[in-house]
Each structure stands twice: as structure tokens, then as C-alpha cells.
């Protein structure tokens, strides 16, 4: 029994924890630009414009404060950046695995899958 290795299993569920975490954030990552194109859309297309701007205004928030969000998380297992550049520009959806480590969200399942 080695004494280095007895606190693994809490660092093991903090890892398994945080990428639960990444997994969802990276599932629901396409509402924000979603929810922000309807509310930019709405407001040129209505036609009212006492509301044109405070559409266009809370479009913008949604996108900064979700932009930010993903673009400083850390990944679980060797505390970089998970999110690099180009994910920032084609979608955090495409981001599924760790440039640093190779920590990855997603595990496949089926018979392709490997064994762990």
C-alpha cells in the first residue's frame, strides 16, 4: 500500500465531476448564440423601436457572458485552458478532448468503444 496514492479517489471524483460539468456546457452550447440571433432577428424584424435596442443590448450580453464563461474554463485534470482559440470561433461543441492532457467529454459506447 502506497501512502502517495490514498487521497487519488478524491481527486478521481473532483475530475469526474468537472467534466459532468464541461459535458453539459458544451451540450447546451449552441442555445446562447441561438437565443441571441432570435433576439437580434426579433428586434430588426418587428418593426417596433422603443424595443430595438434593448433586444439588440441583451443579444450582445447573452453572447459576452456566455463567451466568456467557456473561454476561461480549466480543464479538470491539468488546470489549462480546456477551450482553445479556434473553438472560440467555430463553437465549443467541436471542443470534446483536452489539447494539453487528452482528457476527453465524450467516451463512445458501442463495440467501437475502447476498454477502460
Known amino acids: ?33 441561438l437565443t441571441a440571433a432570435t433576439l437580434i432577428i426579433y428586434a430588426f424584424t418587428s418593426g417596433n423601436e422603443i424595443w430595438f435596442w434593448p433586444l439588440v443590448g441583451y443579444g450582445a450580453l447573452i453572447m459576452v457572458v456566455f463567451f466568456f464563461t467557456m473561454a476561461f474554463i480549466k480543464c479538470p485534470k491539468c488546470e489549462a485552458r480546456f477551450f482553445r482559440a479556434k473553438s472560440w470561433f467555430f463553437g465549443f461543441v467541436l471542443a470534446t478532448q483536452c489539447k494539453n492532457c487528452g482528457l476527453k467529454l465524450f467516451v463512445p459506447k458501442g463495440p467501437d468503444a475502447e476498454t477502460h
Open 1 to 33: 500500500m502506497e501512502v502517495g496514492h490514498r487521497h487519488d479517489w478524491k481527486r478521481r471524483i473532483y475530475i469526474d465531476l468537472k467534466k459532468k460539468f464541461l459535458v453539459s456546457m458544451v451540450i447546451v452550447s449552441y442555445l446562447a448564440p
